[in-house]
């Protein structure tokens, strides 16, 4: 895929655009990525993450709504694999990561709010593709988001540039 400038995009397309609130931390040696986005709702517990991350992601970001959580990591250096080996663009975790040393030799690109090593929960409980707010911005199953250095931003529509 072609790197995306979010500020290119934003001076172009800036009435179609909602722009993330920059609460995000960069992970993996991808920044910059784009796609059509999935979604994944949960609390605590990253069943739903490793299950979506087995599909297909050709032209996909998976975004997941954590809650915020600070109290355990939803995707670490084995869910980055995983994407890798299953084409995934990237992932936006409203959440944490662990492993970040080793993802940050990965070829994959995520924004997650920090780290914590501790696991998370395995109860098979969350929502798929359901439209989901944080950072100010409502993320929807079907909409595309466009990632890079400058920041999150997201369309209702694909972009063409």
């Given amino acids: ?9 934003w001076d172009q397309h800036g009435a179609e655009l909602h722009c ?4 995000f931390r960069s992970y993996g040696n991808k920044v910059s990525f784009h796609g059509e986005i999935t979604t ?12 979506q991350l087995t599909t297909n992601g050709k032209g996909k970001v ?5 809650g915020g959580s600070f109290r355990c990591a939803l995707v670490g250096d084995q869910l980055a694999s995983l994407a890798i080996e299953n084409g995934w663009e990237g992932l936006i975790i409203n ?3 662990r492993d970040s040393a080793m993802i940050n030799t ?3 690109g995520i924004r997650a709010l920090n780290t914590c090593p501790v696991k998370s929960m395995k109860k ?9 707010r944080f950072a100010s ?3 929807a199953p079907g909409h595309y988001v466009y990632v890079d250095e400058d920041g999150i931003l997201v369309s209702e529509a694909m972009i063409t540039h």
Avoid: H, W, Y
């Fill in 137 to 139: 911005t409502l993320f």
């Fill in 20 to 23: 993330a609130d920059p609460i």
């Fill in 40 to 51: 994944v709702k949960l609390f605590e517990d990253n069943s739903f993450v490793r299950q």
């Fill in 1 to 9: 895929m072609l790197k995306v400038a979010t500020a290119d995009l």
């Fill in 62 to 66: 998976m975004v997941v709504d954590g």
């Fill in 95 to 97: 959440g944490c990561i």
């Fill in 124 to 132: 098979n409980i969350g929502e798929l593709d359901v439209p989901i």
């Fill in 106 to 108: 990965m070829e994959i």
